[in-house]
């Protein structure tokens, strides 16, 4: 009798997963039969760890025979997406790791989509962008006015390079062109080696420009313009998963129940969302693709 509550308590729990991910429109997210990960990359990238834990998650699961990497990011800072592209690569050289972009996969996006071995864009998608950028704000003006000023004691000439109270020396200028040079050199060596493009070829798109989907195939930077499906699609035929392999997607973010409990009485009460808003970071000292 109770072997039979038992197999009927887990007949209910399978049950209980399949039509939620019927209703999410993803697959039974269970560890039964030969699949492909969906792995996406929503926002600005500020933050590697939890992607990273993703992708590690995916490599070492026996049941995900290759995986689609979805990008929907403008871009972010240099150290997340350098860290997120290199797990990438240890990824993809285990498995298949097949790339779709959404509406935008541009700078530190695109950085990350030249780990896979097949790039799909969709003809509208905004992509490219190659470049780097620093920025810093100038208080200097609306200081002036209000009668605040600064006094600076440094160990070093370069130790407040980027202060918003000063303006920028020739000498701050020459280093700090000489850092964006370096770390833009590192991008445009991860294409060519990503995308099988010699340096110099690649020179007349790594200025900084956005490009269409379709003018990003005719440039050599993506494979093919398609859809997410025919991202899973063509992953799905690579590892004989078919043309309609089931898709896995990686568990939900963790929250505690006084977590939950904040985010359901807002959203009841107050018709407000809670959840974590991705953020830039300072305005100062921004490094980033």
């Known amino acids: 009798m109770a072997s039979l509550v038992i197999g009927a308590i887990f007949l209910f729990f399978l049950l209980v997963v399949f039509v939620s991910g019927m209703l999410q429109g993803r697959s039974l997210v269970v560890p ?4 492909v990960g969906i792995l996406e990359v929503r926002g600005i990238i500020v933050d590697a760890q939890r992607v990273i834990e993703q992708i590690v998650d995916y490599r070492e699961a026996n049941t995900v025979k290759a995986v689609v990497l979805r990008i929907d990011s403008p871009g972010g800072g240099v150290g997340p997406s350098q860290e997120i592209y290199s797990e990438l690569k240890r990824l993809a050289a285990e498995k298949p790791l097949i790339v779709s972009m959404g509406s935008v996969a541009a700078s530190g996006g695109y950085y990350l989509a030249v780990a896979g071995e097949h790039l799909f864009a969709n003809p509208g998608t905004i992509t490219g962008s190659i470049g780097v950028i620093m920025s810093f704000p100038d208080y200097q003006g609306i200081m002036s006015k209000l009668g605040i000023k600064t006094e600076v004691v440094k160990s070093g000439r370069f130790k407040d390079i980027g202060s918003s109270t000063r ?11 000489g850092m964006i040079d370096d770390v ?9 080696a990503g995308r099988d493009i010699p340096i110099d070829r690649l020179q007349p798109f790594v200025d900084g420009r956005i490009l269409s989907g379709r003018q990003a195939l005719a440039a050599g930077l ?4 398609g859809t997410l499906s025919d991202a899973v699609r063509h992953a799905g035929q690579l590892v004989g998963l078919g043309d309609d392999p089931k898709v896995v997607y990686p568990e939900p973010e963790e ?14 009460y107050l018709g407000v969302s809670l959840k974590p808003q991705i953020s830039a ?4 000292l921004w490094n980033g693709y």
Request: hydrophobic share 45%; net charge negative.
């Open 32 to 35: 039964v039969g030969e699949k």
């Open 167 to 177: 303006d920028l020396t020739a000498a701050d200028r020459e280093l700090l062109q």
């Open 184 to 192: 833009h050199a590192q991008f445009v060596a991860a294409i060519s």
């Open 222 to 225: 993506i494979d093919e313009l």
């Open 255 to 268: 929250q505690s129940i006084l977590e939950r409990l904040i985010q359901g009485a807002a959203s009841r």
């Open 281 to 284: 970071g300072p305005q100062y």
